[in-house]
């Protein structure tokens, strides 16, 4: 898919089906490391809105500077 998010968010939001209600799941023991994730997501989110810095969050800044840097980008602006 490379790096051009589009790509990645139309994948997601196409290929996925629709949204499972995973408030009754039942996860194993193998399945520790979706557990692990899913809270350190929440942790995230619950950061984020605190105000506080959180990880792998892109600012305004940086998330256009990769655009503008994408395969799509520069060729629509070589037009």
């Known amino acids: 898919m ?3 998010i589009n790509v990645h968010d ?3 939001i196409e290929s996925q089906g629709p949204i499972q209600d995973r408030t009754r799941e039942h996860l194993g023991t193998t399945d520790k490391g979706i557990v692990a994730y899913r809270r ?3 942790a995230a989110i619950e950061a984020n ?3 506080e810095a959180v990880p792998m969050a892109l ?3 940086a998330d256009l500077l990769r655009r503008n840097a994408s395969d799509w980008a520069a060729a629509r602006l070589a037009k």
Do not use: F, N
């Open 40 to 42: 350190m997501l929440v």
């Open 59 to 61: 600012t305004k800044e």
């Open 2 to 4: 490379g790096s051009d």
């Open 10 to 12: 139309q994948w997601a």
């Open 49 to 51: 809105l605190a105000g």
